[in-house]
């Protein structure tokens, strides 16, 4: 999707607060003992009260409103019976349409006590994504995201997934300008156009490289086995910069 009219810039603004108001509903609900079916059903209610319908859900026919990974699984997993306990890593990840247009959030929760390596994970998760949003903006090279998240993690002892990209979004849940790598990739050479939607979404991690299959046909996991998390806005490239579009308000 690229930004043409305010109609449009609109529309993506309202679902970018549903979807980030959803997400900080659904973190300060999250504590041991509940299982990740329950909180996605808090994702579920919120979404449909605002008028939202599940991005992974219409589009893909995913088994749930949100996206619910823990520990091991670091994407797309299917919320169920599983219960959450003190000391796991839980990714959610939000994605819904409204009016025809679509935005795509997610954060990693460490669910207390957890060891101050997962406390740094955490932050330092966020951190990459902020350096990778700082990169955005209009006629700058989509390369400059990945390079900056690279040399961040590189410098902090972080290995980066390296199959699991940020993506176009708008008028659908993926779309041109297709995969966007969150890593240094010296093969990319396009440029971001002025009113550009997309995510920038690394996933940070204390040793994997790669995301693998799970036992089901959704989840994926963290190779080699480490804790990883995500973070992740949609934007716009303006060119005063990056227009976050996913924040609670």
């Not at 026919?61 to 091991?72: D, H, L, Q, Y």
């Not at 919320?79 to 306990?85: A, F, V, Y």
């Not at 006629?139 to 993506?167: C, D, M, W």
């Not at 971001?192 to 299959?213: H, I, K, Q, R």
Request: glycine share 10%; net charge negative; proline share 6%.
């Amino acid at each position: 999707m690229t930004i043409s009219n305010e109609d449009d810039l609109n529309k993506l603004q309202d679902i970018g607060r549903i979807v980030a108001n959803a997400l900080e509903a659904m973190a300060a609900a999250l504590e041991p003992g509940m299982t990740t079916a329950d909180l996605d059903l808090i994702g579920r209610r919120l979404l449909e009260m605002a008028g939202a319908r599940s991005g992974p859900e219409m589009t893909y026919g995913f088994p749930g409103a949100t996206c619910i990974s823990v520990n091991e699984q670091i994407a797309h997993g299917i919320p169920g019976p599983r219960r959450i306990e003190a000391g796991d890593l839980v990714n959610i990840d939000i994605s819904a349409e409204k009016n025809g247009v679509f935005a795509d959030t997610g954060a990693s929760f460490a669910v207390p006590p957890v060891t101050n390596a997962t406390k740094r994970l955490c932050r330092d998760g966020r951190r990459a994504m902020w350096v990778g949003l700082r990169q955005v903006g209009a006629n700058k090279p989509i390369s400059g995201i990945g390079q900056a998240i690279g040399q961040f993690a590189e410098k902090n002892g972080y290995t980066l997934v390296r199959n699991l990209a940020s993506h176009g979004i708008g008028y659908s849940l993926h779309e041109e300008p297709g995969e966007i790598p969150t890593w240094p990739d010296r093969s990319e050479r396009r440029v971001m156009n002025e009113g550009l939607v997309f995510t920038v979404e690394p996933f940070l991690s204390l040793g994997a490289n790669w995301a693998t299959d799970g036992d089901d046909e959704w989840t994926l996991l963290s190779d080699p086995r480490a804790p990883t998390v995500q973070y992740e806005h949609t934007v716009v490239a303006t060119r005063s910069g990056p227009l976050i579009v996913t924040l609670p308000g």
